[in-house]
């Protein structure tokens, strides 16, 4: 059972336009929801975060949607590089002692100049 | 500069060898990970460490052993290995266990033959 689910699976856009990159969770305890950028070779290294307490969170570029009634969130890329070329994964945790993790399966975003 | 590092970064080896991949952390972090990563499933916890000899299962326990002698380092062994623990293996750190940022090394890749 796959409690955090990611798509498309795969992206592709063009330099300049804006990528949305969609998860969604199952279990409604979840309250904290990063997103891990990992590049070919590398380890994931966190992009940007939410908590379930906002609907809306903005990093330059980046910008994270939740709707917590629909238990859905989305990762937009605005102006997308493509040095933002790279898989996406979405996590989610609630704090029960540790902040364990849940990845989805990731979406790999390529970026065409 | 930060930095979680893994040793070997490749690695192949028969069914039935014993396995050891090691981890590295010069932050001082109290929490310590070991994850898979195989295509479509993203990211999977196998054990989280709390400090030195605080060892606790994560999802896919199976199969799998650690050690955490020195709060810096984090063993991960796989006893008999099987071809089925080809895979990406990382490790995280995070300062103490309420943490919410992971910090990940460049991975190994096992290939169990």
């Known amino acids: 059972q796959q409690q955090v689910r990611q798509s498309p699976q795969s992206l592709t856009v063009w330099e300049g336009e804006t990528a949305i990159l969609n998860c969604s969770y199952e279990?409604?305890?979840?309250?904290?929801f990063p997103w891990y950028q990992q590049f070919p070779g590398e380890g994931p290294a966190l992009l940007i975060s939410i908590r379930s307490v906002s609907d809306k969170k903005e990093d330059g570029r980046f910008t994270i949607f939740f709707n917590k009634r629909e238990k859905k969130l989305s990762l937009h890329i605005t102006d997308s590089q493509p040095g933002d070329s790279a898989t996406y994964f979405c996590?989610?945790?609630?704090?029960?002692?540790?902040?364990?993790?849940?990845f989805g399966s990731g979406t790999q975003l390529t970026v065409m100049p | 500069d930060m930095k979680v590092t893994q040793m070997p970064r490749y690695l192949i080896k028969r069914m039935g060898e014993n396995v050891l991949l090691e981890c590295g952390q010069d932050m001082s972090h109290e929490t310590m990970y070991w994850y898979r990563q195989d295509p479509g499933l993203g990211l999977q916890l196998i054990y989280i460490s709390y400090d030195v000899d605080s060892n606790s299962e994560g999802d896919i326990p199976k199969g799998y052993r650690v050690s955490r002698k020195k709060r810096e380092h984090f063993s991960l062994i796989l006893d008999s290995a099987k071809t089925n623990q080809t895979s990406v293996y990382f490790c995280?750190?995070?300062?103490?266990?309420?943490?919410?940022?992971?910090?990940f090394g460049p991975g190994t890749r096992l290939t169990v033959l």
């Open positions: 995280a750190s995070s300062l103490t266990r309420d943490s919410l940022e992971q910090y």
């Open positions: 996590a989610a945790s609630v704090s029960s002692g540790s902040w364990q993790l849940i």
């Open positions: 279990d409604s305890t979840f309250n904290y």
